[in-house]
């Protein structure tokens, strides 16, 4: 048995969230969660102490948690984003995208609570500037993050003996971005968002905060480029 504390990160086959595995990865034994078995595995064949975890987060069940008595660190980085305006935007864009960036982060989060509590553990949520502000074409997606802010707060005062800690990232080099880009029908400027291993050193800050300190809430913005 490891001595050594576990995080289990989501949406880690790419972007944000294989870039958090690789920063706890010196420090953690991981499990990596998402639905691409196939690129979990490469991800964690990199990383000393790491195992996929592939799953339906939108499906998660207490057989998928079996066995996962004792958790330090839970960080959910999946998410999906269809921007539309509000009149072009029909139900089940809204649906899919709450079941997707909320419904399963609180269900995978109440899942593992007796996990956490046993390791007084830390839940950390990438949330985005969508979270803090909403712009025309993003009223979904803006709405899910909210909604993931307002999670975020309640399970903070809810739960006093972990740490609830929100990342509010601005624009990030990934796949995801260049999907929201040619939604866009813009161009794409890496040079002009935040690399994903940046919003995974804010991560890392908030894990790695002194026993005493309680890191709530980060915004990391590209510096020069979009805030969301």
Do not use: C
């Given at each position: 048995?490891?001595?050594?504390?576990?995080?289990?990160?989501?949406?880690?086959?790419?972007?944000?969230?294989?870039?958090?595995?690789?920063?706890?990865?010196?420090?953690?034994?991981?499990?990596?969660?998402g639905r691409d078995a196939?690129?979990?595995?490469?991800?964690?064949?990199?990383?000393?102490?790491?195992?996929?975890?592939?799953?339906?987060?939108?499906?998660?069940?207490?057989?998928?948690?079996?066995?996962?008595?004792?958790?330090?660190?839970?960080?959910?980085?999946?998410?999906?984003?269809?921007?539309?305006?509000?009149?072009?935007?029909?139900?089940?864009?809204?649906?899919?995208?709450?079941?997707?960036?909320?419904?399963?982060?609180?269900?995978?989060?109440?899942?593992?609570?007796?996990?956490?509590?046993?390791?007084?553990?830390?839940?950390?949520?990438?949330?985005?500037?969508?979270?803090?502000?909403?712009?025309p074409a993003w009223g979904?997606?803006?709405?899910?993050?909210?909604?993931?802010?307002?999670?975020?707060?309640?399970?903070?005062?809810?739960?006093?003996?972990?740490?609830?800690?929100?990342?509010?990232?601005?624009?990030?080099?990934?796949?995801?971005?260049?999907?929201?880009?040619?939604?866009?029908?813009?161009?794409?400027?890496?040079?002009?968002?935040?690399?994903?291993?940046?919003?995974?050193?804010?991560?890392?800050?908030?894990?790695?905060?002194?026993?005493?300190?309680?890191?709530?809430?980060?915004?990391?913005?590209?510096?020069?480029?979009?805030?969301?």
């Amino acid at each position: 048995m490891s001595a050594r504390p576990t995080a289990l990160v989501t949406g880690a086959s790419r972007g944000v969230g294989a870039a958090v595995a690789h920063a706890l990865a010196p420090t953690h034994d991981l499990l990596l969660g998402g639905r691409d078995a196939e690129a979990l595995a490469k991800v964690a064949a990199g990383l000393p102490g790491a195992r996929p975890w592939p799953v339906e987060l939108t499906a998660v069940t207490e057989a998928d948690v079996a066995g996962i008595d004792r958790l330090d660190v839970l960080v959910h980085s999946a998410g999906t984003v269809t921007l539309g305006r509000i009149a072009e935007t029909p139900a089940e864009v809204w649906r899919r995208t709450m079941d997707v960036n909320v419904i399963a982060v609180a269900e995978l989060t109440r899942l593992l609570l007796p996990a956490l509590r046993a390791a007084h553990g830390q839940v950390v949520m990438i949330n985005s500037g969508a979270g803090q502000r909403a712009n025309p074409a993003w009223g979904s997606y803006a709405a899910s993050k909210f909604a993931l802010r307002a999670l975020a707060d309640a399970l903070r005062l809810e739960e006093p003996g972990l740490r609830v800690t929100t990342v509010y990232p601005g624009r990030v080099d990934t796949d995801m971005q260049r999907g929201v880009r040619a939604q866009e029908n813009g161009s794409y400027e890496p040079e002009r968002y935040l690399a994903p291993d940046s919003v995974a050193r804010a991560v890392l800050a908030a894990v790695t905060a002194s026993p005493d300190a309680h890191v709530t809430d980060i915004t990391v913005r590209p510096v020069g480029g979009p805030a969301s």
